[in-house]
């Protein structure tokens, strides 16, 4: 260290605390593995993420925010294909739509998650009522099931 506090030496670790960077592995804000706890008795996070919670409640958020745009935006294609839509098609993209941008308010929430996979379902049954709400059906539900892998790693 210079007198004015800044870290000699120019290499990537330079600065860095001792035991970190990238022959430990360790990042400047990391714990150690178990086994070489400073002694504080909380485990290790799992993720570097600074707030775990907040960045899976985004993944979410985003996830149901983009299904809710994708269906009011897939109204004028139904309606296009297959010579027309039902009013019956119309209110269910519409209210899908609107339950998720509901969802996508209330993600952090535990339940929301639960209620993410029904709606997922509800827009696979509403694939009865045009063939274009099953294909988004499907394709919606393969991504919430990624979403629900990657809370289920962050999070533990």
Request: glycine share 14%.
């Amino acid at each position: 260290m210079t007198a004015a506090g800044r870290p000699t030496g120019s290499g990537p670790a330079a600065g860095l605390p001792k035991g970190s960077g990238p022959a430990t592995g360790l990042s400047p804000g990391s714990e150690p593995a178990a086994g070489l706890s400073k002694g504080s008795g909380v485990p290790p996070r799992r993720s570097g993420l600074r707030n775990p919670q907040r960045a899976v409640a985004g993944l979410g958020a985003g996830l149901l925010s983009l299904e809710a745009l994708v269906l009011v935006l897939a109204i004028q294609p139904m309606r296009v294909v297959d010579g027309g839509l039902s009013a019956a098609a119309i209110a269910a993209v519409v209210a899908l739509a609107v339950v998720a941008v509901l969802l996508a308010g209330v993600i952090r929430r535990a339940w929301a998650w639960s209620a993410g996979i029904v709606l997922q379902g509800a827009l696979l049954l509403a694939g009865a009522l045009h063939w274009s709400l099953l294909v988004l059906g499907v394709i919606f539900a393969l991504v919430w099931a990624y979403a629900l892998h990657v809370r289920r790693v962050i999070l533990g």
